[in-house]
Every structure is written in C-alpha cells, then in structure tokens.
C-alpha cells in the first residue's frame, strides 16, 4: 500500500505487492480475471490461498501442476515459484498469510475442498477493513479462516513431478500431450529408462502408478478444456479418450467423492 495506507484506498487495491508486509496474520482480495489471465512465473513473500469462487484456473510450479476448480482452492507457499493461468473468466478470492501464522501448515501445494463456512469468511473478511482490528471482527474471521485452511481435506486435483529428469522428462511430454497413445514401454524407451525402473521412479516419487498418473493427468486437462467451452467429445479425443462416456468413467474414479460432476455428453 502507498500513501496514507491501505484503509484510504477505494476500491482496495488488487495489486499482491501491495499485501505482502500489512501487520495483520490475513489480507484477503478479491477480482474477476478474464478468460486466458496468465501471471507469468513469479512468487511471493506470504503465504497464498487461491480460491476460486466462480470459474477454473491451473498452476504450475517446480514440484507440480494443479487445477483450481469453483469451490476449491490452491495453498501455495511462501516464496514458492509459480505461475497461473485462468480457463475461461474466473472469480478470484485471494488470501495473503503471515507466514508466522502458518508455520504448522504444509510446505508444498495442494487442492482443497473450500467449506461453506470457509468460503463465508473469506467473503467477509475482504469486506473488512484491510487493517482490521484484531480483538474485533476482522481478528474473529482471520482466526476462522486459519482453522478452517487448516483442516480443509486436499483433493485429487494434484500432479507431483518427479524430481528423476527421465521421469520428469516423460511427465512434461504427457502434460503436453495427454492423448498420446504410447504405453509404458514406449515411454521408458523414450526416457532412457527401463519399463522397471520407470515402474517404481513413478510409485516413489509421484504416490501413483504410472497408469493411475497419466489418468489423473488427461482429467485435470479435461477439466481446464471443459472450463473453457469445448464440447465433451472435443474433450474427450483431446485427452485421449474415444468417447466422453470413457472419459466420464475415469473422471469419476479419478476425482472420487469431490463433489464436481464429469462433463456431460
């Protein structure tokens, strides 16, 4: 913030930079992005939730890629390198945290299901006075949204790269590519790597099969291409899929008990 400080500004300002050393735990934002908004790679000094309210966005960092549907969000820590990008118009809630306040939470990204009550005082603590008092009711909120990121359940809307340069190496050409039809020996030709060491460099370093990795890949991408307009066929053959009922078939086993429902034919 410039000049007088943040509670003169009107309308609060949108600018990150401007929330990184505010003396509160919290600074909560909100603003549209229009469809194709891309940040560039960039991190920052506090800690980052990336709720969206209305819409899709993706991201992408060193150890990973994530989707960030409506009614999810992205923890994102602080100083972490990341680039984002919107999927259509997207309706941004973006809460800047002390890192003191967040030394117990998690050191890398993940997607989580936002609460009703979550997404509630979010909403209200950006309407808050951006120094807000913190006996008061801004204080109540930022105290409520601490404990409710704090035990939001992550999602399966997460990609782990491996740190392997031949696992990576395969990982970034699928994410490239989700309908190629090569299967795993193709790829550890490709890599340079045996189908075995392929095999376990995926379960040790990802948590997933390499079958269960390339599905959960070729989903996030369905639903970035789904956000955007594409008919369910279109997403489909894009993702490598002969039909969108296949496609349904592993969004539903993929995503599990999330709440988004797979595009419809």
Known sequence: MHGNGPNVLSPRSTAAADYQTIPRPIAVVRKPLPAGSETGLHHHVRAQLLYATAG?????AEDGAWVVPEGHALWIPARLPHTTVT???VALCTAYLDRAAVATFPETCRVIAVSPLLSAALVALAEEPVLYAEDGRGGHLAALVLD????APATPL???LPRDPRLRRVCLAIIEDPASEDDLDAWADRAGASRRTLTRGFRAETGLSFGDWRARARVIRALALTAEGRPPRAVAA???YRSAQALRLTMARVLGPTG???PSA
Request: charge should be positive; glycine fraction near 14%.
């Open 56 to 60: 899709l966005m993706s991201a992408k």
């Open 158 to 160: 997460t990609l782990r």
């Open 260 to 262: 988004m429902a797979p």
């Open 238 to 240: 894009a993702v490598g």
């Open 148 to 151: 409710e990121i704090g035990r």
């Open 87 to 89: 999927h259509g118009p």
